[in-house]
C-alpha cells in the first residue's frame, strides 16, 4: 500500500467536518412563558445536556431569577419558574406576578462552573 497524500488530505477533511457537525448539535435552551393578569410562569429546557449539574437562570426587562441545581437526565433538565404558591410548592423556582414584562423573557442554562451554555428569547403567550 503506497502513501497518497491527496487521499489522506480529503479523508481528513471529511474527519473534520464529521465532527464539526457534532458540536453543532451543542447544547440548547427552549423557553416558554405565559402572562397573566395576575401571574407570571415560564419554563426554561435544556437539551443536548453533557452529564453534570446544571442552573437555569429567566430575565425579563430588570427582573432576574435563577434556580436551584439539578442533574441533566439523558441529556435534559428542566425548569419551571412561576409565581403560583402551588407550582412553587410542587418545585418551581418561584418568582414575582410581574415578573414578566414586555412579553419577552430569555432563559439561560448554566453549568457547575457558572458557563453559559446555552440561551434562547421568547416572546411570551397573553392569558
Known amino acids: 500500500m503506497t502513501f497518497n497524500a491527496s487521499r489522506m488530505s480529503s479523508i481528513l477533511v471529511v474527519l473534520v467536518a464529521t465532527l464539526g457537525a457534532a458540536s453543532a448539535q451543542a447544547q440548547s435552551a427552549r423557553v416558554r412563558c405565559d402572562v397573566f393578569p395576575d401571574r407570571s ?22 427582573h432576574v431569577k435563577q434556580s436551584p441545581a439539578q442533574a441533566a437526565v439523558g441529556g435534559e433538565a428542566e425548569f419551571d419558574f412561576d409565581s403560583n404558591p402551588r407550582d412553587v410548592r410542587q418545585g418551581a423556582t418561584k418568582i414575582g406576578k410581574h415578573f414578566i414584562v414586555g412579553d419577552k423573557a430569555t432563559g439561560q442554562i448554566l ?8 440561551t434562547e428569547t421568547a416572546t411570551c403567550r397573553q392569558r
Open 41 to 62: 410562569r415560564a419554563s426554561v429546557d435544556g437539551r443536548d445536556l453533557a452529564p453534570g449539574d446544571y442552573t437555569a437562570v429567566l430575565t425579563s426587562g430588570d
Open 111 to 118: 453549568d457547575a462552573a457558572g458557563n453559559v451554555v446555552a
